[in-house]
């Protein structure tokens, strides 16, 4: 399926009667970008769980993804190594004073 690892996950289904893909995607940590069918309109909320688009269009397509790509790049989050490595360093440190 490619989902774990991935940003976002595209899905321009024109009929999704079910979708469990894009639950896939979510637990996977990637955000998925669908039109507004199906199981795809009831289970992504636009702007929060994900990015849905109306018409099935390459216009459509592609102003959900420049919405999803907008949201991304405005994350606060730091994904170097910096945060993870001080963590590891404080509690190596205290079992080495405890031992």
């Avoid at 469990?20 to 199906?38: C, F, H």
């Avoid at 688009?53 to 420049?66: H, N």
């Avoid at 907008?70 to 730091?78: I, L, P, T, V, Y």
């Amino acid at each position: 399926m490619g989902v774990a690892g991935s940003d976002f996950y595209l899905m321009p289904s024109r009929f999704k009667p079910c979708g469990l893909s894009q639950m896939y995607a979510l637990r996977l940590g990637s955000l998925p970008i669908g039109r507004t069918t199906g199981g795809l309109a009831e289970t992504i909320n636009d702007g929060s769980t994900g990015f849905l688009f109306q018409d099935s269009s390459a216009e459509s397509l592609r102003g959900g993804i420049c919405r999803a790509f907008a949201a991304f790049g405005q994350k606060n989050k730091s994904y170097g190594w910096g945060k993870s490595a001080g963590s590891y360093r404080s509690l190596y440190g205290k079992r080495a004073a405890a031992a």
